[in-house]
């Protein structure tokens, strides 16, 4: 009895991705034992595809939720990228230059998101609404004239192996690890939780929230850029409607595992539990057959449950303090 009243239990039981784990935990064995071929090799590669560029996105995107902002551009930004990746892979042969590339194209509109936000003190969802269908104009425009394909050498991030290991899980691992140092260790990443709990205390001891958030929106843009270079490796084609609803897989990823929508309250293991859940309940979908166009609907009644449990969690931890 005493090893289950170990403290250690407690103290996990009570961390916001707990509740996430066990959700996890519960569909993945209800979907073992209701949708045949759900564990088998191909379909769960099928799912880690899918996690690796979310959960990269998700990871970036998590910053800016913790700062009390939100960035909904990330899936037209997304499509932008990889349309720059794709374009800059067709006229050079080393890889990296269009990772170069696409990185530039996320960090120059990430700045850009920061600048309206923090300097002209545009609502974050007013601004970045305006940029999702900015560079979505863009990208129609871009993508009018059919399917841009990627050129074979420029697919190793999507498709390629390193030590053993395929690319995009690599790449999601060292993100995350990059996110953690930053959030656990660092200076910059108590300034992100203290500015949004507070953005008046954070400002009245001098934290320079602005400056603070600002930092998250670059990272948003960079997420972006590194996420579309596995995206396109992976579909091969980048078509103008690509990543469209993208923004909601990854809101949906980073609420669901815990990280509060308001800001101040989360974790960086929360976006990748909740890309993980995410894919697996699409994918339950696809399994099942259930039209493409219901995703949307299940993607949007998972964020209004996961932002009402947040609330509730919120209030009543409120009413114990």
């Not at 995009?168 to 203290?194: H, K, M, Q, S, Y």
Request: contains cysteine; positive net charge; hydrophobic residues 55%.
């Amino acid at each position: 009895m005493g090893a289950l009243n170990a403290p250690w239990i407690d103290r996990a039981l009570k961390r916001p991705e707990a509740a996430p784990i066990a959700f996890l935990v519960v569909i993945s064995l209800l979907l073992a034992l209701t949708t045949p071929g759900f564990w088998s090799s191909a379909n769960l590669l099928n799912i880690i595809s899918q996690v690796a560029v979310v959960g990269i996105v998700s990871l970036a995107l998590n910053q800016v939720i913790l700062s009390g902002e939100i960035d909904v551009s990330i899936g037209s930004l997304l499509a932008a990228c990889a349309f720059t990746y794709a374009s800059v892979g067709h006229l050079t042969i080393h890889p990296l230059l269009p990772l170069l590339a696409a990185l530039g194209v996320g960090l120059g509109v990430g700045a850009l998101n920061g600048v309206i936000v923090t300097v002209g003190r545009v609502p974050s969802i007013i601004a970045t609404l305006g940029m999702l269908l900015g560079l979505r104009g863009v990208v129609l425009l871009i993508g009018a004239n059919g399917v841009l394909l990627v050129p074979d050498g420029a697919r190793a991030f999507g498709l390629g192996s390193i030590a053993g290991l395929r690319a995009p899980i690599v790449g999601l691992v060292v993100v995350f690890a990059i996110f953690d140092l930053i959030n656990r260790n660092t200076e910059w990443g108590r300034d992100i939780l203290a500015v949004g709990s507070n953005r008046r205390a954070a400002d009245a001891v001098g934290l320079r929230a602005s400056f603070v958030k600002f930092r998250c929106f670059l990272a948003t843009g960079l997420g972006c850029g590194l996420a579309s270079a596995i995206f396109a490796g992976q579909i091969g084609e980048i078509q103008a409607t690509a990543a469209t609803g993208f923004e909601l897989q990854c809101i949906a990823a980073v609420v669901l595992g815990g990280t509060s929508i308001t800001g101040g309250r989360g974790s960086t293991l929360a976006p990748v539990i909740g890309a993980v859940l995410v894919g697996v309940i699409l994918n339950a979908l696809t399994l099942n057959s259930v039209p493409g166009t219901f995703e949307q609907l299940v993607l949007g009644l998972l964020i209004l449950l996961a932002i009402s449990v947040d609330a509730v969690r919120f209030r009543a931890s409120r009413r114990l303090s």
